[in-house]
């Protein structure tokens, strides 16, 4: 019984220090599932949870830091960031075409991408609105926090 006291104490430091919503383990007979209070719900896999991007603010420093900064000429652009760590992928399912193209007009509220993670799909919707000048991403690669996603002309 300590043990496994010690082991969830273990696993809610773990979660505190890496900003983890949730984590499920098992090993043998001890399983556990943990989840932050306030976290979204996770939803069975196939089924789509809406995550908004939070508003900007300083992105820890990743092991790619050219992904993170990528180079922008006008000053007009700015970038849409990844919420959340996971698989990017342009469309609903590999046969469907891509919720947004270069050139496309969107709305804060319009879907432009789903990122997967821990098996969860989850909308990415724009931050404001204005034209999709450039996609920064290929659908099926891994993404990190606060990497940029998209270039925005806001308008």
């Given at each position: ?84 760590v996971g698989t990017f ?67």
């Amino acid at each position: 019984m300590s043990d496994s006291i010690e082991k969830i104490r273990a696993l809610l430091a773990l979660m505190q220090e890496n900003d983890i919503v949730e984590l499920e383990l098992e090993e043998g007979e001890f399983s556990v599932a943990l989840r932050k209070q306030g976290a979204f719900v996770a939803q069975a896999m196939g089924q789509v949870q809406t995550v908004m991007a939070p508003a900007p603010a300083a992105a820890p420093a990743s092991a790619s830091a050219a992904a993170a900064a990528p180079v922008v000429d006008d000053p007009g652009l700015e970038p849409i960031k990844s919420p959340i760590v996971g698989t990017f992928y342009r469309a609903p399912s590999p046969e469907s075409a891509p919720y947004v193209q270069q050139g496309d007009t969107v709305r804060k509220d319009t879907v432009i991408c789903i990122i997967e993670a821990m098996k969860i799909m989850n909308e990415i919707r724009a931050e404001a609105d204005g034209v999709i000048e450039k996609v920064l991403v290929e659908s099926g690669e891994p993404v990190e926090y606060g990497q940029p996603l998209f270039l925005i002309r806001r308008g």
